[in-house]
């Protein structure tokens, strides 16, 4: 049974940090590629950043390029999105997502997680 669980979310100060974790389970980390995804209120979901599997090579959205950084934890089956200089437009629900590489760069991965809300608001 395949599962991705995300923490770390919460509400921070314009210019704070946050990191983020995805727990996976019925797969390796390293097996699969693994985004994170956002979604803000009124807004389409959009793609973050993602890490493809066992090469381990990874993008990142225009908007969050410099800010954030994705990155794994094999022993812990564990994906990673710290968030530094956090804005007020990184406000939404981040989920992480995984699938072929393919399927997660255009955005349709399969498998989902629950989401954590991140607010950043003075």
């Known amino acids: 049974h395949l599962q991705l669980v995300e923490s770390g ?4 100060q314009p210019g704070g940090s946050l990191r983020l974790s995805c727990v996976v389970s019925g797969f390796s980390v390293d097996d699969y590629a693994i985004g994170w995804f956002r979604q803000a209120p009124g807004k389409e979901r959009e793609g973050v950043s993602c890490i493809s599997g066992k090469s381990a090579m ?14 794994r934890d094999n022993a812990k089956n564990t994906v990673y999105l710290q968030m530094n200089s956090l804005k007020p437009e990184d406000t939404a629900v981040y989920y992480c997502a995984t699938d072929d590489l393919r399927a ?9 997680g629950q989401g954590t809300q991140v607010t950043v608001s003075s």
């Open 9 to 12: 979310g919460g509400l921070v």
């Open 58 to 71: 990874t993008d990142y959205a225009d908007s969050v390029k410099g800010r954030f950084t994705i990155s």
């Open 104 to 112: 997660v760069v255009a955005g349709t991965p399969r498998y989902w």
